[in-house]
């Protein structure tokens, strides 16, 4: 963990410590774009304290839950309201215009990803684009099946009244297993 190996004397360098190394290895190709390091962490740099470039990433790789529908909503909110120091406006007040966009970029990101990953229907949805690599919203398809209507219609009943997890994750993977089978 960089916070127990590295001694930060600024803020945002403890605050980029603060949540660990999620993202990315020592063997990765990026470098910061303020100080040529490899920033170790996908929105900030361990190095400098920059707030990295903007890139698009998976909601659950962001937050390091797992991919799962059953999540844990407090740890969930934990991990936001660390990742959300990196990028908060306040903390950029200083910085460069560059850097503020990225940190607007970061936290727009941030904040939908947490509203994903914290509503039950949302998350379901967004696993099921995930599951069918589709980058489009999956509420946009058509679909004329009317038995699997019917069966979307009830998984989204049960969802909405909060049944058990384990009966929604076994639903979420036969109607995935369905989907793709369109």
């Known amino acids: ?18 949540v660990g190394n999620p993202f990315m290895s020592n063997e990765s190709a990026n ?4 100080c040529g390091e490899n920033p170790q962490h996908i ?7 920059h707030v990295q470039a903007y890139t698009v990433v998976d909601y659950f790789t962001l937050f390091e839950v797992p991919q799962s529908f059953d999540v844990d909503l ?18 950029l007040v200083n910085q460069s215009s560059r850097e503020k966009l990225y940190g607007v970029q970061w936290s727009q ?16 949805i967004y696993m099921i684009s995930q599951a069918l690599g589709d980058s489009t919203n999956v509420r946009e398809r058509t679909v004329h099946d009317p038995q699997l209507l019917m069966e979307m219609y009830d998984i989204q009943e049960k969802i909405e ?22």
């Open 109 to 124: 990101t941030l904040n939908r990803a947490f509203e994903v990953l914290h509503t039950p229907a949302e998350r379901a």
């Open 74 to 91: 407090e740890e969930l909110s934990n991990r936001n309201r660390s990742l959300q120091t990196l990028v908060h406006p306040d903390r």
């Open 161 to 182: 009244s909060h049944v058990d997890e384990s009966l929604l994750q076994e639903m979420f993977e036969n109607f995935k297993n369905r989907l793709l089978l369109m």
């Open 43 to 49: 929105m900030a740099c361990k190095s400098c304290g």
């Open 1 to 18: 963990i960089l916070s127990q190996v590295l001694c930060f004397e600024t803020p945002m360098k403890r605050a980029v410590a603060a």
């Open 31 to 34: 470098f910061c774009w303020s």
